[in-house]
């Protein structure tokens, strides 16, 4: 089994320059938990949920809500985003992207073509689904 066969190729992105509330909102609004991150159509990193929470201030809508909370999401993708995320191509064999996975504790690959276009992702879900035991 390889990569393009568990895949999902309907994937969203972002670009480098997008900010944090609308990274969020995408997040929030699809169910998803990472967003690869793209500069003229190429790959250049990827967002998690988690890089998230540990970027916005607690303290947003509340009554401790200061002008420095405020500042955490005029942040550009770019200046939160994992830089250079492992990648795989569409004929990479599942075994490969389990061992990336188990190897760097990572909860996703993107999947790109030979100009670095992203054209799926795979997530520790997807291979749990398509696991035969």
């Not at 201030?57 to 200061?66: K, L, N």
């Not at 276009?117 to 795979?122: F, K, L, S």
């Amino acid at each position: 089994m390889k990569a393009q066969d568990i895949m999902v190729s309907n994937v969203i992105c972002v670009d480098m320059d997008e900010r944090v509330p609308e990274v969020k909102n995408l997040l929030q609004q699809h169910g998803f938990h990472h967003l690869p991150v793209t500069e003229n159509d190429r790959l250049v990193g990827i967002i998690s949920d988690r890089d998230i929470l540990r970027l916005v201030s607690p303290f947003i809508d509340s009554v401790s809500e200061q002008a420095r909370d405020i500042d955490t999401l005029n942040r550009a993708a770019h200046q939160i985003m994992t830089r250079q995320p492992i990648r795989v191509k569409a004929d990479t064999p599942v075994t490969e992207i389990l061992t990336w996975l188990k190897k760097v504790d990572i909860s996703c690959v993107p999947v790109v073509d030979e100009e670095d276009h992203v054209i799926g992702i795979i997530t520790w879900r997807d291979l749990v689904n398509h696991a035969k035991f």
